[in-house]
């Protein structure tokens, strides 16, 4: 992992397309600014892992027979 120190109105560059913006800092609390291309799909942690537990629960045996009983 790359740890960096970043002010208020300070930015990080990844890939050539996506920028990570320091919008304000409250306490313990950062608010950062993404710009990234439409097609760059970006989530917070806790959603992304729901997302992943989800799609492997959809491809489970009971989700492949839930799709048969679906399609009849």
């Known amino acids: 992992m790359l740890a960096l120190s970043r002010k208020k109105n300070e930015a990080l560059i990844i890939n050539n397309n996506i920028e ?24 917070r942690k806790e ?15 009971e989700g492949m027979e839930a799709l048969k009983d679906l399609l009849g």
């Open 47 to 61: 959603v992304y892992i729901q997302i992943q537990d989800a799609n492997k629960d959809a491809v489970s045996l």
């Open 20 to 43: 990570i913006t320091i919008l304000e800092v409250k306490g313990d609390q950062v608010k950062i600014g993404i710009s990234a291309p439409k097609e760059v799909p970006i989530y």
